[in-house]
């Protein structure tokens, strides 16, 4: 079994700042590449590669949030700092892993609910 669990949303108003977390616990033998996404859709908010060398952000959120990861924790986080109301949003956590019986798969998160408003 693995799990994906994400903490840190809530509400906040227009200017503020979230951390969002997200732990990887369970028969992991690697975690690849993680991301943060949003709303029905997943769309993609940021994503960091396994080393954490690498990250992109959509365009929207770039110069405001912050992907960074902590592999001896298996936890992904994103800070996001001068919300937006538009940054509104149920916020999922992805993580591309190899369990211990060596599949590779893709995993979510329940999601978090990111508010923002005066």
């Known amino acids: 079994q693995v799990q994906l669990v994400e903490s840190g949303g809530g509400l906040v108003q227009p ?19 993680m991301g943060w ?3 029905e859709q997943r769309e993609l908010v940021a994503v960091i590669s396994s080393s954490g060398g690498f990250t992109n952000y959509a365009d929207s959120v770039k110069g405001r949030f912050t992907i960074s990861r902590d592999n001896a924790e298996n936890t992904v986080y994103l800070q996001m700092n001068n919300l937006k109301p538009e940054d509104t949003a149920v916020y999922y956590c992805h993580a591309d892993l190899r369990r211990n019986d060596l ?5 979510w998160g329940q999601g978090t609910q990111v508010t923002v408003s005066s």
């Open 103 to 107: 599949r590779r798969l893709d995993y």
């Open 37 to 39: 996404y949003r709303g």
């Open 15 to 33: 200017g503020g700042s979230l951390r969002l977390s997200c732990a990887a616990s369970g028969s992991i033998l690697s975690i690849y590449g």
